[in-house]
Structures are given as structure tokens and as C-alpha cells.
């Protein structure tokens, strides 16, 4: 059974904990899929996870649909999202009506996702939800405002920028946003905003008491060469791809692959 709305829903109230990962190609989505997490995000740090950018700025809507639709066609039951990048949804509801409704059409993703919880982005996401384009929000540390946040740091740590983020969250639920990525934010914060919200809250770097979590999935693995200190590498890829790769660079050079069969 694809996993829907309703389930993710039903994971909060039955206090199952939804386990959900970023994806950019075919390959791993299929990978991912087939090992029964619930959510895939086809997330804009695959600017800088692989495409090589200094930030996830950069990234157009082209690209990530690009990405998207590989994804997709590599996934049955996780629910796929789309990471709305940068500047496809900021200028107007109708620019985000149009780059999410791209998304769906031509990606066949269920949902997409947009950062910032301010009243002009809870105005958005009410007219997507409106048409019936799901959406998730994304607060606290918020990478397509780097410049803004001065670097990657974590964020809710004062009294007001705590207040700040826990009104976000209700007008993100009120605006009728059906999930809302957590990023970098003090554990006792995450833990307040899931116990209010009635919809699934997923942490990254927010503490344990999130309704579910997510993780970049090159962190993960330990394929990336930098990752935040929040995530855990589970295995280190990286040093298994370039011991194969090792391997074959030897035997080629010593004539040992392929086999000499005259
Ligand atoms: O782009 C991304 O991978 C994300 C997750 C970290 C939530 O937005
Ligand atoms: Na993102």
C-alpha cells in the first residue's frame, strides 16, 4: 500500500515513528523504497550532495525535476516529495502554484516541500493545499537562507527566535501544511511544537521527540566528504567504493582483470 496522508497521520497518533530519507536518482530510490521507509524527499541539498554546489541555492526547478522524475520512477510505496528550490515559489502563491503543479505533472510526485513558516509562506501554502497540492513545511534552520542565518547554525536558541519558530509551525498546520520538516533546532523546542501540532513533525539534528526523522541519504551512507554534526553515518561508503575501485585500477594495471582465457 503507497503510503499516504492519512498513514502518516495515523503513524503520529499511534506514536510509530516515520522514517524518511532524501533521494536524487533512480538507483537509490529503488534501493530505499524497497526497504519500506515511508517518506522520500527529493531534497534540494542534491546541489551540494551531488551536484557539486557551494550551496543549495543555485539549483533551478529544471534540475530538480530532472532528478524527480528518476526518483519516481524507482519508487512504489514511499510517499515521494518534491523540495520546491529556491526562488520557484517565493515571489508569489502563483509562482508556487505553478512550480508545485509542475512538480506533480510532470515528476508524479505526491507532495512538495517549501522552507519558511512566515505569514506570506502560510498564505502560499493555503492556496497549494486549496487546489490540492500537499505540502510540507520546513523551519529552523532553513539552507536556502544561508546568508541570512549568517552559516549553517542552529536556530531557536533565544527566547524570541523560539517563539518565532513555534508560531510558524501553527500557521504552517492552520495554513493546512500536512508535515513540517524540523531543522537544527534545540530538542526541547522540537519536542513542544510535535506535542502542539496535530500533524507529523520530522526532525534533522532536532532531537528524538520528532514524529519521525529524516537524514541526507550521502550522510547516511558516509558518501559524502563533509556532514553535518547532527547526522550519523551508518556505514562509510565512500571507503568501500574507492577500495573497489582500488582493486580494479590494480588488476587491470597488472593484467589480472579481465582473465587471460587465449
Ligand atoms: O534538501 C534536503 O535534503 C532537506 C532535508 C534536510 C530535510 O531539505
Ligand atoms: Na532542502
Known sequence: MPVTIKYLDECKQHGKPIV???A???LFAQVLDQTGIDLILVGDSLAMAVL???NTLPVTLDEMLHHAQAVRRGVKRAMVVFDLP???YQTSPQQALHSAGRALKEAGVQAVKLEGGYPAMAETV????QVGIPVMGHLGLTPQSVHQLSGYRQQ???PKSEERIMAEAIALEKAGAFAV???HIPANLALQ???KLTIPTLGIGAGSHCDGQILVTSDLLGLSDWHPSFAKPYTNLRKTITQAVQAFCSEVRNFQFPESKL
Open 86 to 88: 529556491f526562488l520557484s
Open 156 to 158: 531557536g536558541t533565544s
Open 193 to 195: 511544537i510535535t506535542q
Open 126 to 129: 493555503a492556496q497549494l493545499v
Open 24 to 26: 536524487w536518482d533512480y
Open 52 to 54: 557539486g554546489y557551494e
Open 181 to 183: 520538516v524540523l531543522e
Open 20 to 22: 524518511a530519507l532524501t
